[in-house]
């Protein structure tokens, strides 16, 4: 592959953004310790991205990269939100390709492995794709599945259902998302966007290993509004529409 480093070892960067997750990290870092350690051929840099938190989170990445040289990390002045921290993960890893997963270890680690495979096939956007759910709602299950649904039916654009940020992206396709210039981003519609060829994963979601989802409906709600609203001009097309008939309405209204 053009993005394999001539005579090296493939280097891949595990992301990890995170907030207010003290209590998850430890665990999270042993169990992707293991996994990386199983993993031959292959150089793993570990990148923390602390998006603000409160706690102890930092100071647990700190007391982890002094004393692994392998883990790295970024820390926000304040809390931006996910997809800002998704994006200074994008602009900071390095090397042949990088996987993002969240911090609460509802994405399995040991799927790493799988995700490799498919960028060594030579896919450049290995995503992780939902079979279960576990730990959530039935509400929130019905209101994802919707969200994807009204996503896929409004756009052009193939969209990959029931995934997530949990995936891997070569240096090409993280080459493209760094030139975009996008301030108010939504990552999971720019994976669809920017094309390259995709994989699926399939994988089990996990429950939360400890704490709650910073996630609330009102914030998941905006979430899926920025995705359909930047993602495809639906909305405006619907708008317009909306406008001419009144338009319409109000002109006859006039000459009656």
């Not at 003290?22 to 665990?27: C, G, I, S, V």
């Not at 409906?217 to 097309?237: H, V």
């Amino acid at each position: 592959m053009t993005e394999k480093r001539r005579g090296k070892r493939p280097l891949f960067s595990v992301a990890v953004p995170f907030y207010n997750e003290q209590e998850n990290l430890r665990a999270l870092y042993g169990r992707l310790c293991r996994v990386v350690g199983g993993v031959g051929n292959c150089d793993f840099e570990l990148l923390f991205v602390d998006d603000g938190s409160t706690d102890a989170s930092l100071d647990v990445v700190r007391a982890l990269a002094a004393q692994d040289a392998r883990v790295r990390y970024l820390s926000f002045s304040r809390n931006f939100g996910k997809e800002i921290a998704l994006s200074a993960a994008i602009d900071h890893a390095r090397g042949d390709g990088a996987i993002f997963m969240d911090a609460d270890l509802q994405h399995p680690p040991e799927l790493i492995p799988k995700l490799i495979e498919g960028w060594f096939e030579g896919y450049d956007d290995v995503y992780a794709q939902r079979r279960t759910r576990g730990g959530e709602s039935a509400f929130k299950k019905l209101t994802a599945k919707l969200y994807y649904h009204v996503l896929a039916r409004s756009t052009r654009i193939p969209i990959q259902m029931d995934a997530g940020d949990f995936r891997l992206l070569s240096a090409r396709a993280l080459a493209v998302l760094r030139r975009m210039p996008e301030h108010q981003r939504n990552m999971k519609s720019l994976y669809s966007w920017i094309g390259f060829k995709k994989k699926a994963v399939p994988v089990d979601q996990e429950p939360r290993l400890h704490g709650a989802s910073k996630f609330g409906f009102f914030r998941l709600l905006n979430l899926a509004l920025d995705g359909i609203t930047s993602f495809t001009t639906a909305p405006l097309r619907l708008a317009t529409i909306l406008g001419a008939l009144s338009a319409a309405v109000a002109l006859l209204s006039f000459c009656w």
